[in-house]
Nanobody
C-alpha cells in the first residue's frame, strides 16, 4: 500500500498559477502510474491528468489540456501538477492517486487507481 499526501493548494485569482505536489511513501513510487483528479461541490470526480511510471508519457482531460502539466520525480517519490491560467471553473478539491496496474503506459480509468490522497483545495476567484 502507498500513502499519498497532497500539498500546494490555495486561494488564487483567475489567471494565476499553482503547483500541486503529491508525496508518496510506503511502496516504490517508480512502479506506480500516477493520476490527478478533482471534484467540485455537487459534481462527480473528474479526471485531470495522468503520467506513466517512467514519466515519459502524459495525458490530460479536455478541460485542462494546454494549461496543466503533470510530472513526477521518482527519485523524490513525488508527483506534481503545474496549473497555469487558472479559472473559477477549476475550483475543486484536487487529489492524486496511484495505480498498481501492470503497465508501463498510461492509466486513464479511475477504477484502476487503488491508492488516493486526502486532497487539497484549490479555489480560484474571478
Amino acid at each position: 500500500q502507498v500513502q499519498l499526501v497532497e500539498s500546494g493548494g490555495g486561494l488564487v485569482q483567475a489567471g494565476d498559477s499553482l503547483r500541486l505536489s503529491c508525496a508518496a511513501s510506503g511502496r516504490t513510487f517508480s512502479t506506480l502510474a500516477l493520476g490527478w483528479f478533482r471534484q467540485a461541490p455537487g459534481k462527480e470526480r473528474e479526471f485531470v491528468a495522468a503520467v506513466n511510471r517512467n514519466g515519459d508519457s502524459t495525458y490530460y482531460g479536455d478541460s485542462v489540456k494546454g494549461r496543466f502539466i503533470i510530472s513526477r520525480d521518482n527519485a523524490k517519490n513525488t508527483g506534481y501538477l503545474q496549473m497555469n491560467g487558472l479559472q473559477p471553473e477549476d475550483t475543486a478539491v484536487y487529489s492524486c492517486a496511484t495505480s498498481r496496474a501492470l503497465t508501463t503506459g498510461l492509466v486513464i480509468t479511475r477504477a484502476l487507481y487503488d491508492s488516493w490522497g486526502q486532497g487539497t483545495q484549490v479555489t480560484v476567484s474571478s
